[in-house]
Antibody, heavy 122, light 108 residues
């Protein structure tokens, strides 16, 4: 079955960087994209960006431009999201999700990974 | 950026009742590129509806989506106990995706 398995929880200090992985299985990795979405404690969903696993093209949320980098390793069917210059308000659960690409803008998200808690604290 | 506003913020209903959740966009969502997700506490979101009205694989037919342009609706025909959760709409018709703030469906 289609599955996305994310790396474990992280605790980081302000100013540091974090890199979260998302390993895909059960489908042809390069036929879809991967999006990243985060959820601060008790809050809603915030879209961070997505990457085409086919050609590596990326589209980031304007709010995070310059601080986030999304990459893929097609040899291991793994996607990565790196967030730099961490602040306390970056504390959140980070989800990856498979993007079913239907247009130049991308598509819907199905399924989602289990989530990775990133806590930023001094 | 397209802003999605969901209403109501909280909906209190009983099992067996019909739920109607609204998602209004600040500008037209092209090609009905709108999805609905369900999220239960401690779990990742799950896709319910894509393309405004197409049910995802394995989603019961009591869930239905409708709408176009700026107004979209998720309807749950007869609420089951497992349907009480938070629901989010999301648009993917522009390069900057956005989510609504969510509607919490709670047991009355």
């Amino acid at each position: 079955q289609v599955q996305l398995v994310q790396s474990g929880a992280e605790v980081k200090k302000p100013g540091a960087s974090v890199k979260v992985s998302c390993k895909a299985s059960g489908y042809t990795f390069t036929s879809y994209g991967i999006s990243w979405v985060r959820q601060a404690p008790g809050q809603g969903l915030e879209w961070m960006g997505w990457i085409s696993a086919y050609n590596g093209n990326t589209n980031y949320a304007q709010k995070l431009q310059g601080r986030v980098t999304m990459t893929t390793d097609t040899s291991t069917s793994t996607a990565y999201m790196e967030l730099r210059s961490l602040r306390s308000d970056d504390t959140a659960v980070y989800y990856c999700a498979r993007v079913v690409v239907v247009a130049a803008t991308g598509g819907w998200f199905d399924p989602w990974g289990q989530g990775t808690l990133v806590a930023v604290s001094s | 950026e397209i802003v999605l506003t969901q209403s109501p913020g909280t909906l209190s209903l009983s099992p067996g009742e019909r739920a109607t959740l609204s998602c209004r966009a600040s500008q037209s969502v092209s090609s009905r590129y709108l999805a609905w997700y369900q999220q239960k506490p401690g779990q990742a979101p799950r896709l319910l509806i894509y393309g405004a009205s197409s049910r995802a694989t394995g989603i019961p037919d009591r869930f239905s989506g409708s709408g176009s342009g700026t107004d979209f609706t998720l309807t749950i025909r007869r609420l089951e106990p497992e349907d009480f959760a938070v629901y989010y709409c999301q648009q993917y018709g522009s390069s900057q995706y956005t989510f609504g703030q969510g509607t919490k469906l709670e047991i009355k």
